[in-house]
């Protein structure tokens, strides 16, 4: 994988979301989706996730570490569960658009990294021997299909 197809892998992705909720009213977003989290929810949850990523590439890039998740507080099912409850009220047409704008800082966070220090797992010690790539996909596109089939069950 090369950083082109990254992003074309990421875009595709985003795009089978994005179908499986355009038609959508609202109200199906209220709807229950995954045990306690709604279609929204899940949007939210996916638009902290992006820039969650975007926010890695700035540490990164910029010599700050970035969260480590050593910290119980910041651990991933504490995160989730903090941005769930920040999230709870948040309308329908709110979460929708933090997800598209998420997307859309993500790409731009993506721009000016180069193809070593996305995919050279030696590059960021920081991220414990793992290539920046990684962080990237868990954060998107596999990210998307582990709740996209929680979303098209709205729409049936």
Do not use: C
């Amino acid at each position: 994988m090369d950083k082109p197809q990254l992003m074309r892998t990421m875009r595709e992705a985003h795009q089978r979301v994005t179908d499986a909720i355009e038609h959508l009213a609202d109200e199906r977003l209220l709807e229950p989706a995954m045990d306690n989290w709604t279609g929204k929810d899940l949007l939210a949850h996916m638009a902290w996730w992006h820039d969650h990523s975007a926010l890695v590439i700035e540490d990164l890039r910029t010599g700050r570490q970035p969260d480590d998740g050593s910290d119980p507080a910041d651990t991933t099912d504490a995160i989730n569960e903090r941005t769930h409850r920040d999230h709870l009220d948040d309308p329908p047409e709110l979460t929708r658009r933090a997800f598209n704008e998420s997307f859309t800082r993500l790409l731009a966070a993506l721009e000016p990294v180069t193809d070593e220090e996305l995919f050279a797992a030696d590059r960021w010690p920081e991220l414990g021997g793992e290539a920046l790539v990684e962080t990237i996909l868990w954060d998107s596109s596999r990210h998307y299909d582990a709740h996209r089939e929680h979303l098209e069950r709205l729409s049936r």
